[in-house]
């Protein structure tokens, strides 16, 4: 795609710059939409329409008006807070939700970078967005952020562990750390003739690893039933209690940015990324994309549909999941994947 | 199960020191009176004598008598055990408004007693922490007497409207 | 140059924090300081007052004892019939009044009608605060229904004004029987609903079981009532125990806290105990609505001006939240002399600091979610 771009664009620099903010405007117009859709699901399923006016269409502009008064909001920043830390938190967080795109292959033609250790990067980049929390909490001078700052911390550290040992299942059936190679490892339909050949089909034990993967993928995003950083009910709005207006709105970006990227990460790992699920009938690059975006936003919307079904778990009980279930079992699972491709 | 004028008895019965008088009533309930002194150690026998057991005061109420210029409390008890109920009254002059707490015997009073204070100014000797419940700590006067003038301001706010 | 090393001792300290006045689940403007020791809670000191209106002070200065009733509606604002009811019949006790069968049993509809609307609040929110969003809008749909029954009878949705001494300020039209007995039978599935949405889940279960346990001599020592003394086992509903109005004409149970998930009188109990009376008001109702008369003047025995004697009366009337007391006492002017109310959520909100040492920051969220408090009614 960028020597397309290059061919089409005179200067290669800005042919760079349009290549590396593919992602952005992608983040941009998702969480337009997805916001607008977790309202209409939310109304859905609690028996109410959702936002109907704004924009004509099922209130499709609900989102943009939101966004716009957000703009013009007075920027308020507490008079004891540590200024600095408290403007940079919201950037820093948003910095590194997008800057983990950069390895994501959205279709077999487009790859921000296409690095050998992409899933590596990916879960070490994440991290950023725990430091960014607790900065965001510690700057605001606020006990309530605060409490929610050091959950996040607790609950960030910890389920990166099942995390990242689910991905690691993955990594060993793919043998590669390239997301791009993963992917393509998954290309065609060939188990019992009409299976596509993603992961999840591949490896029974897989199916558990994606399971496993799920729940420690709301953790990771702060979904209900693991919203603890932010539960509303209990630490008024955890780190971001202090925040108003656009620097609130980065953290609103960001959380549904993370989503998305969390999601297409399952897609990748586990759903062949970006490849048509009927082989290659509706394939090509950009057949690709909306493929990769389908698989995404189908486990977008799960995680939606929990959020609006579940109450929340305690903080201790949260614990309890990840160290005495969640990782256990994934280390297990481990094994067993291992195992099985030794043995097949 | 009792009726009001047998639990008067059985008190008088049983207690010399505090029981004062059994009133009939014309309309309503009747009460028993009791001097304000003692009214913790009756207390703590209705709540543990095997015939009573009055185990919960529903209700404490204070009651302001201008014509006497008197206060008074009027305790509600009830036995979960027993299914009988009595009312009982203490009376007091209103400039030594002091009546024993009986917070030690049943939980409740704690609030009560607080509002009891709040409201019409009882003090309530013994209870642990004597402070105003509705009003901010620092109103002045007592809502509920019948002479009771509200202040003007209350920190720079006018209180009229 | 000397480098003294002082002993570095690593301290910890109690957090004092401040949950309110504008907190989203203290269910109002109630303050509570708590001191945190990490995410446990030490001690907790509720301040309460934020919404005092000097109910009882209003009632002295009215010069009719009809003119408290608005007030009464406005003590516990989600459950306005059973405080309309509560009063009319101390008022009614004091008067020596007797009431038109009919009006009688207009009022137990009500008031049963609105229990079911104030638990189906309770329940919501409770659930609300333990992060389930969704049950609290399908206990809304149901509470519309009932509100529409209300506002078709008095006109108001919220604060009715419509149960007065002696009767009711008008007759119920002719759709009330009807649309009572259709709701009844639609609201029985909606309760499994709610239980296989909200009560049987897990996760709800392991938020509230075993969380906030009040032993039953405890729950009497402080005189808890309703769903909170219920809770804890303890079988006590004046309904039954101390029939007032007609309740000893219905054949109902009490609905005690078994612990069947957890510990006797936890918030599971507390919670469940709601849901189940929710079944009972409907019993009630259906058998109400049967023996209800067809005919009658529901103004008979309205009295033209209220002549009081000197007397004092305590009543008391179980509302959704608990034992609801009227101490009244009269004397020969048209004014009340003293008006007190024993409003339940005050009592029972007073157990909080007893049932939440120990438990963490989320659970004292599940805590007074379970006590079901109105500000209202607390601050008066």
Redesign the interface.
Known sequence: MLEFLENIIPSSTIALVVFALFPLVLILVYALFAIWAERKIAGFIQDRLGPMRTGGFHGWAQTIADMLKLIQKEDIIPKDASSFLFKLAPFMIFTASYAAFAVIPFSSGYIGSNINIGAFYLLAITSFLTISIIMASWASNNKWSLVGGMRTAAQMVSYEVPTIVTVLSVLIVASSMNLMTITEMQTGNDIMGFLPNWFIFQNPFLIVAFALFFISMLAESHRVPFDLPESESELVAGYQTEYSGMRWGMFMLAEYADMLLLSLLGATLFFGGWNSPFGTFMSGPVWGFGWFMLKGMLLVFVMMWIRWTLPRYRVDQLMHICWSILIPLSFVNFVLVALWEMIF | MKQPEEIAAYLKDKIVKGVLEFVPAEIGQPWITLAPDSIKNIAKFLRDDSELRFNTLMCLSGVHYPAEQELGVTYHLHSTTFGHTVALKVRVPIDNPRVQSVESVWKTADWHEREAWDMLGIIFDGHPNMTRILCPDDWEGHPLRKDYVQQETYQGITTRF | MTHQISANVQETRE?T?NMGPQ???THGVLRLEVV?NG?VVSRVHPH??YL?R?F??HA?AMDDYSKVIPYTDRIDYVSAMNQEHGYVIAVE??L?LEVPERVEYVRVILAELQRIASHLLGIGTF????????PF??CF?EREKILTIFEKISGARLLYNYICVGGLMRDVPDSFKPETADFVKTFRPKIKELND??SY?K??I??TANIGILPAE?A????ASGPMLRGSG?S?DLRK??PYSIYDRFEFDIPVGSGEVGTVGDCWDRYMVRVREMEQSLVIIEQALEQMPDEGNVMEAVPKRIRM??????V?TETPRG?L?Y?I??DKSPSPF?V?V?APS??NL?ILP?ISRGA????L?AIVGSIDIVLGEV??
């Open positions: 957090m924090i907190h989203p689940s945190l995410e309460i007052g005092h000097c009882e002070k002295e006790k004091l020596q659930g609300l605060d333990l992060g389930a969003f969704t809008l399908y749909i949405l909200l889940n996760i709800f392991d938020r405890v009497l020592n402080y005189a303890v006590w125990n101390d004697k000197e007397g004092e009366v305590y008391r034992e007391g101490y006492i009269s003293r007190k024993r005050f009592v007073s007893a963490l920051l989320s659970d969220v601050d008066r």
